[in-house]
């Protein structure tokens, strides 16, 4: 399971929300809600659906794993914040399994102007590596430029 799927169970049950009530309130399927629990990955679209319902701070969200601790951290309040945008600048502690599937979510947007945004926030991240982590950098900078030309 990974973050996100993690966060999206965290939350809901945090929230004392059912499967479908969460669904219903984000405008999905049940079947959807429990497949993100679970371990698929969700699309951009709903992403903004859990930033606009619930003032989440997606860059935590997707990169944090919530616990009963940090929270109240994942909230913002306001809607206009920087904090609620999926391209964003992001801190440089990152797993190579989440940059992987940020890239998979980029090999699977047909929006154009929402995969241009998905690379941007994966060129940010790359960009902020740390020094250690080199090898990762080449390899998803290779894997990067194979999806420009996609």
């Known amino acids: 399971m990974g973050v996100f799927n993690h966060n999206m169970r965290f939350l809901r049950n945090r929230l004392k929300l059912s499967q479908q009530k969460m669904a219903d309130a984000l405008g999905e399927k049940r079947g959807k809600l429990a497949a993100y629990e679970e371990n698929a990955h969700a699309r951009p679209e709903f992403y903004e659906k ?81 020094d250690e982590k080199n090898e990762v950098q080449t390899d998803l900078m290779n894997l990067l430029k194979k999806m420009r030309n996609f």
Request: charged fraction near 25%.
């Open 50 to 130: 859990l930033v606009v319902n619930y003032s989440i701070n997606m860059q935590k969200f997707l990169f944090i794993e919530m616990n009963d601790d940090n929270y109240s951290s994942f909230f913002t309040t306001n809607q206009d914040d920087e904090s609620t945008s999926l391209v964003m600048e992001p801190e440089a502690s990152y797993q190579k399994k989440d940059m992987a599937w940020l890239l998979n979510q980029v090999r699977n947007e047909n929006d154009k102007a929402t995969r241009a945004q998905l690379v941007d926030s994966l060129n940010i991240m790359i960009g902020k590596l740390e």
